[in-house]
């Protein structure tokens, strides 16, 4: 059939920041659908609140819009652009959510806008627990026992009949948020009131529980003409019981029998039909008892989604451009298949290697969080790896997760001590416990203790085994037989390299350093080969060079003899290493394709863009280690390798390439260490007169001290070389110093610390910068509204700085330019600063693309990490036209938003440690509305009635006052705990008293909880979190009330409040505001 | 223990590897499949007779071996060759491991085979004939008892594989396969099926038997007077192993039966049928095996997912006028399926019956069922 000739416009909703359950995935498959439709000649039009996508470039769509993700801001949308189409499918639970609440409110029918992809009935049957029941019951597919409660009464009969354990799912949330699993009546009864509180619709599920079945999950394709076709077919490791995102997952499914695969399959096109999805992809998620095969069908999603990027990326079939094509009418078999060009789209892919998947966790910045793994999901992010085997892939991707492993090794026994026992409890670090107790006698008992099927296990044996022969061997007289080729050693090596084995991995098991391994490799000619993921098991050509290593014969990577560049990617996602430095990733790749480069890209994410085959011209799917990405240059021999764009990652290799030989481009290796070594940083900013805090080098507990005593309290402290922050801590006395040294010590065992100066009362400013080596040109000065000792990942920030000073302002712009050149940066350069009265200091430099590039190209108009790419190629400014810092015209406020109400038992409060999963952009011509539709955007929704709840620590009150003085004049009743309300009675203003959490009488948490307050100011003190605070955090995130606690903060809310009762929000595309475009 | 093996091709190449299941040498045309599941049935199915199989899906042996996938009483395939042999069993159903069970049967495996280049060689050089041994280590040796192989083109082993005396068929699916509505004649008797044994799969018996019919299997070699006999309602020609060209005795037989009752072909059943119509088949170059391959179905234009074994094919080219490619396959263009309307006859290329592979096309057994009910109203 071919494609729809009634429909022109096509709206597009993204998903918003990245939030555990919901990462950069539907930034790759927004961007897929963007580009297909447009490439058919559609317009899109498209919404997204997060500016650090690609998919939100205003070169992707016809409209862009960097607005919230509500139905009021989609109808104001929807009227400017008059959208003939509405594709819901590929902005996650959060797109699919808005296009449902659009539709019910009649908006979609008012302005004839039609649901394409996915109609309501489907999303409802689909999303709906009960009627998905119900349909699934009709078409006689099993599910689950099950009940629907809407009150603990209704769960506690419910549970009569189900029995325990049972799980607890609310409905309507992602990420399985509110979900849990209990076994005892007390523990229901805590999981069923959490799950009623965290549905929207008030309902939660009881079903029987399927703790310890294996999970499968198929990635399925369906087309108007009702053809079906299963893309990829994905095995968790972990049983039931533990979240898919949170579950080690690999491809294809190996332990089905094709009669209970091709059962799977039946039951999958079953479910699709009974629940109505006519175009595109879905998931469905299986349960199998592996004592007699029962299958249950646990859940399915009609919509792209985590897995179907996974299934993409694993197989080479894009289910998110496919499901663009779809629902514009085409079917399957009119789609060609990009990669064998010869076949169609209709086909099921087959795989003739293994895909490992393992998520990414953060536990260590949130303690006090539980990291056993459930269904509730925690992480957040994952990597994926391509091997022959799964011994392969599941090695390369321990190593690409860059958490410091080599591989799945027994020298993690030095680490771990785990038993039988302790490995029944899913968490995320029981992969590498099982290295250190799976032997040749147990590994049945350990199967049985993790529920891993006994093949995975068997395979991990596998691994152990081959260690234990090369660890045999270090024992004899090997290096003696090395000159022959055919000696029992490299027999050995050859094998351990087909299992994935790290060179580290060899070296710390005969004795060797890294280096020695990969040369003694190199002399023997045991060098990777790179196959291409083919779609087909080599039946067809591919045409496309997506490539993975493996130790086999005949490489197929064919390298061209082209001027080519390569460019490492960022890894795993993690806090403080996002989807922003993909977002640079790619922008560099275009850039240097425009400039006529072949572009070479290495990543092992396989949620982003950078990893579509259609990105770079080349695609190496490979961990980011040295050993991988040594063994690429050797192959390909780029003319520059680029690790500026992707995070810390990269930067973290510079040394080691150089070392190699390997040509870096951009700022100089010895640059990039200068920067991070804080001797000579320090020595660096003294010559150029810069101010900077005072700091010292501490490696004992008596040396932080006397530091600490020399530059006065408070001071912050953190180990060296660490990401975002980790184990920061501002320190106010000596006892709290003391403790933050254990936490540090742990962290980086061995390591210096660092203790800095803490300017208190500052405020931060962050600049990025493009070098050229000539011109020093500012793209964007950003103010943060949280004051100095906020990470500036998890500071709101504004461009321009609404409060900097002309003069401040010149210091900025002065030191940028000092360290830009003193720095020899070519490319990118990120300078935090801190003001305080008449000083500017600077804190870090960064010679590499930061976390707000993007904000700041989105802001600007200006495409900032393309410019830096270039210039990194040899252009000038001069030459691209970027000699003077953008003006900005209007207000455009950045957002963070936090995880914790996915990890409970976590400090809320905002510190050093950066903590948030995503962002959010709010832009107006007025610095309130900015803020608060940033506020919006990241689901805090200000009040422009009602009550506030003030506490604030006494340094603070005076301050307050004007705040509380403000907020009364609006109308606000003001409730404050004893202190605050003294303060703020002492100067006439009417204020209701509460006590504290736990105390007696009416409690900030009960007023809270009753829905009295609609906004929450609270400004704690340094040091730790009080129990009572702590409570009132924990109400604030369950209740959904927003909560300031920084009295800068507080006072952009009340600008935004203002603003909101003054006039509505506005919306306007990016595209509109930078370049004048009519829509 | 690890047996050191060899595989060797006639055009000299040799890909040493691990020996497991049987001991010996053994020889064949090596051909590659790019099924996922389903190495059992593979194995088992007669229309591999005479075929060392590549399995593509790198891990093999994992879920072990059951009695009920097998689709014959013996492997037919010469030889199995794959990437990494699972080491343990791991299924519920599962009764024996894949070495102990070749090793039973008396076949020859070799694993850690780079098969992905194996594969790539064959796609580029075409299907060959090939030996497989554990005894054999030296490489010319070996390559000169592939060169001595027998060549497959104008070979019929549809007589090496079929029955040798009729028999009935009476076990039916079981609770994986898709449902269906059973069929009888209007007088309420079941249909009586007579189906050629050409090296059947035992899931189309149970398919058929499924919907109630009575199956009576009879010798490649049948008469269309023998099989009349019987007095049938529709006539079953199954798939099977080898040149259709050179099983001239049951095009013959076709040609007979033709327009006499409804028939239904798979496979080399296919092509008897095309062949007794008056088309040509001609051999591919390294054929279509596997589980994924669209099919295209003429009549609505809609794609069926469909299991694949042949490595020859009706020249659609050559069809007669009155007879209509029904189903094309959109890989490669290549004939899927043929419809005779006046002689009551239709069959596919490929597998409907699964076995392994995708149920999208169980629909044919009931078309056949619904031709043989038709008949009887007239």
Not at chain 1, 153 to 168: D, H, K, Q, T
Not at chain 1, 452 to 460: E, G, K, R, S
Not at chain 1, 901 to 912: C, H, I, N, Q, V
Not at chain 2, 98 to 125: C, F, K, Q, S
């Amino acid at each position: 059939m071919p494609k729809r000739t009634d429909i022109h416009t096509i709206l597009i909703p993204g998903s918003g920041p990245i939030v555990i359950g919901q990462g950069c995935e539907f930034d790759y498959s927004g961007v897929q659908a963007c580009k297909a439709l447009r490439r058919e000649g559609y317009r899109v039009v498209l919404v997204n609140s997060n500016p650090a996508t690609i998919m939100t470039d205003p070169d992707m769509a016809d409209a862009t819009y960097v607005e919230p993700l509500t139905p009021d801001i989609l109808e104001k949308i929807i009227a400017v652009e008059r959208p003939d189409a509405l594709l819901p499918t590929v902005g996650g639970q959060t797109g699919l959510n808005l296009s449902v609440q659009l539709a019910e409110a009649g908006i979609l029918e008012k302005y004839g806008v039609q649901l394409i992809g996915a109609d309501l009935q489907a999303i409802r049957i689909a999303e709906d627990r009960s009627r998905f029941k119900k349909a699934m019951l009709a078409a006689d597919v099993p599910v689950p026992v099950s009940h629907f409660v809407y009150s603990v009464e209704e769960a506690l009969v419910a549970i009569e009949e189900i029995g325990y354990p049972a799980l607890v799912r609310a409905s309507f949330t992602l990420g399985g948020t509110g979900g849990g699993i209990a076994t005892s009546p007390q523990e229901f009864v805590r999981v069923v009131e959490h799950g009623l509180r965290s549905s929207p619709v008030g309902e939660v599920l009881i079903e029987r529980s399927l703790l310890g079945w294996k999970e499968f999950e198929l990635e399925v394709m369906r087309d108007r003409a009702d053809n079906f076709v299963v893309v990829c077919s994905i095995e968790n490791v972990d049983p039931m019981g533990v979240h898919t995102g949170d579950s080690i997952t690999v491809a294809p499914a190996y332990t089905l029998t094709d009669k209970e695969y091709q059962y799977l399959r039946d039951l999958a096109k079953r479910v699709m039909r009974a629940v109505g999805v006519e175009t595109g992809g879905s998931n469905v998620q299986f349960a199998v008892n592996p004592l007699n095969g029962e299958v249950i069908v646990i859940e399915m999603n009609p919509r792209v989604s985590r897995s179907s990027a996974l299934a993409s990326k694993a197989t080479g079939f894009p289910i998110a451009k496919i499901a663009a094509l779809l629902a514009v009418g085409y079917t399957l078999d009119e789609i060609p298949n990009d990669i064998t060009q010869v076949t169609p789209a209709s086909f099921e892919p087959s795989i003739d290697y293994s895909v490992v998947k393992i998520p990414r966790w953060n536990f260590e910045k949130f303690p006090g969080s539980d990291d056993t793994l459930g269904p509730q999901m925690k992480s957040v992010g994952e990597v994926m790896a391509i091997g022959r085997t799964f011994p392969e892939a599941l090695n390369k991707a321990i190593r690409g997760l860059d958490v410091g492993l080599p591989g799945f090794t027994r020298a993690l026994a030095a680490r771990y001590t785990p038993t039988l026992e302790g490995v029944k409890r899913p968490f995320a670090e029981r992969l590498y416990h099982l290295a250190a107790l799976l032997t040749e006698e147990n590994w049945r008992d350990v199967s049985a203790s993790t529920g891993y099927d006994p093949w995975f296990v068997a395979q991990l044996r596998e691994i152990l085994a081959v260690e234990e022969e090369l660890a045999q061997l270090a024992v004899g007289d090997w290096r003696a037989e090395l000159a022959d080729p055919a000696s029992a050693t490299l027999s050995l090596i050859r094998k351990a390299k087909r299992m994935g084995f790290a060179d580290a991995v060899i070296g710390a098991n005969l004795g060797l350093t890294e280096r020695e391994v990969r040369e003694l490799r190199l002399a023997s000619a045991v060098k990777p080969v790179y196959y291409r993921v083919d779609t087909c098991a080599a039946e067809f050509e591919a045409h496309t060079p997506y490539l993975y290593s493996t130790y086999e014969s005949d490489c197929e990577a064919n390298p061209t003899d082209r001027r080519k560049v390569m460019i490492l990617g960022g890894g795993p996602n993690r806090i403080g290493q996002g989807i922003e430095f993909d977002y640079c990733c790619v922008q560099a790749c275009w850039a240097l394709r425009d400039l006529g480069f072949e572009t070479i890209m290495v990543n092992c994410n396989p949620e982003t863009v950078s990893t579509d085959y259609d990105t770079a011209d080349r695609l190496y799917f490979e961990p980011l280690t040295l050993e991988d990405v040594l063994n690429i240059v050797d192959l390909e021999q780029p003319e520059g390798v680029i690790v500026q764009f992707g995070g810390q990652t990269p930067i973290n290799l510079t040394t080691g390439l150089a070392a190699a030989g390997v040509p870096i481009w951009g700022t100089p290796p010895d640059s990039i260490d200068l920067a991070e070594d804080r001797g000579r940083f320090g020595a660096l900013l003294r010559e150029l007169d810069i101010d900077h805090p005072q700091w010292g080098l501490a490696y004992s507990p008596e040396e932080a001290l006397a530091i600490a005593h020399r530059i006065g309290f408070p001071v912050l402290i953190r180990p060296s070389f660490v990401l975002g922050g980790r184990a920061m801590a501002i320190a106010y006395d000596d006892a709290s110093l003391l403790r933050f040294l254990q936490d540090a010590a742990e962290v980086a065992p061995g390591k210096a610390v660092l203790v800095d100066q803490y300017i208190e009362d500052a405020y931060e400013v962050d600049v990025d910068a493009v070098v050229d080596g000539e011109h020093v040109v500012i793209a964007g000065v950003m103010q943060h509204i949280e004051e100095a000792g906020v990470h500036s990942g998890d500071s709101a920030c504004v461009l321009p700085p609404y409060k900097v000073s002309l003069y401040h302002l010149s210091i900025i712009r002065d030191y940028t330019e000092k360290l830009g050149r003193a720095l020899n940066v070519r490319g990118l350069m990120n300078v935090q600063f801190a003001v305080k009265d008449d000083v500017v200091y600077v804190i870090e430099v960064n010679p590499r693309a930061s976390r707000t590039v993007p904000f700041v190209s989105k802001a600007t108009g200006v495409p900032v990490a393309k410019i830096a790419a270039q210039v990194q190629a040899g252009k000038t400014l001069a030459e691209l036209g970027l000699l003077r810092m953008p003006e900005v015209d209007g207000f455009f406020v950045k957002e963070v938003v936090l995880p914790f109400d996915k990890l409970p038992g976590a400090d809320t409060r905002l510190s050093p440690e950066m903590r948030s999963t995503g962002e959010v952009m709010g832009h107006a011509s007025h610095f309130g509305h900015a803020f608060a539709k940033a506020e919006l955007a990241a689901g805090m929704i200000l009040p422009t009635s009602g009550a506030v709840l003030m506490t604030v620590n006494d340094f603070d009150k005076s301050a307050a006052l004007k705040l509380g003085r403000d907020l009364h004049r609006m109308g606000f009743a003001l409730y404050a705990t004893e202190g605050t309300a003294v303060a703020l009675q002492k100067v006439g203003l009417p204020v209701t008293i509460v006590q504290k959490a736990f105390q007696e009488g009416v409690t900030t948490v009960d007023v809270i909880s009753s829905g009295q307050v609609q906004l929450i100011v609270n400004t704690p003190l340094g040091g730790q979190a009080h129990a009572d605070q702590s409570a009132m955090y924990a109400a604030a995130i369950r209740y959904k009330v927003p909560l300031v606690t920084t009295l800068s903060a507080a006072q952009a809310a009340v600008n935004g409040i203002h603003a909101l009762r003054e006039r509505a929000l506005q919306v306007r595309s990016l595209q509109r505001h930078h370049f004048g475009a009519s829509a | 223990m690890t047996r050191p093996a060899l595989l060797a091709l006639e055009d000299g190449a040799v890909w040493p590897g691990v020996g497991f299941g049987a001991v010996g040498t053994t020889t064949g045309e090596i051909v590659f499949n790019t099924s996922l599941t389903g190495y059992q049935e593979i194995l088992t199915d007669p229309s591999y007779h005479g075929q060392i199989i590549i399995m593509t899906q790198p891990h093999i042996g994992n879920v072990g071996c059951t009695p009920e996938d097998n689709e014959s009483d013996r492997v037919w395939a010469a030889g199995l060759i794959v990437r990494s042999l699972s080491p343990v069993v791991s299924n519920w159903r599962a009764v024996q491991s894949l070495p102990d069970y070749l090793a039973e049967r008396g076949v020859i495996a070799l694993a850690d085979v780079n098969t992905r280049a194996l594969v790539r060689h064959i796609r580029t050089h075409g299907a060959m004939r090939a030996a497989l041994s554990t005894e054999i280590l030296d490489e010319d040796e070996l390559v000169a008892v592939a060169r001595a192989a027998r060549d497959m083109n104008g070979l019929d082993l549809a007589g090496e594989v079929t029955c040798a005396e009729p028999y009935h068929w009476h076990e039916s699916q079981e609770w994986w396969a898709p449902t269906a509505a059973k069929h009888a004649a209007a007088d309420g008797r079941p249909f009586h099926v007579v189906a050629y044994d050409f090296g059947m799969k035992r899931n189309i018996l149970r398919k058929l038997t499924f919907r109630g019919c009575q199956v009576t299997v009879v010798p490649a070699t049948a008469t269309a007077q023998e099989v009349m006999a019987y007095n049938p309602d529709g006539i079953f020609l199954s798939n099977g192993p080898g040149d259709p060209a050179a099983v001239t005795y049951a095009i013959d037989a076709v040609r007979d039966l033709l327009g006499q009752k409804p028939i239904f072909g798979i496979c080399l059943g296919h092509q008897i049928l095309g062949l007794a119509l008056g088309a040509q088949t001609y051999k591919l170059k390294f054929g279509h095996r596997g589980g994924n391959q669209p099919v295209q179905v003429a009549a609505h234009g809609g794609v069926q997912i469909s299991s694949h074994n042949h490595g020859f094919a009706v020249d659609a080219s050559t069809l007669p006028p009155d007879v209509i490619n029904s189903h094309i396959n959109l890989n490669d263009g290549c004939c899927e399926g043929l419809v005779a309307p006046q002689q009551r006859a239709f069959s596919v290329q490929y597998h409907p019956e699964s076995s392994p592979g995708p149920h999208d096309s169980d629909e044919l057994f009931d078309r056949f069922l619904q031709m043989m009910a038709d008949e009887g109203e007239q």
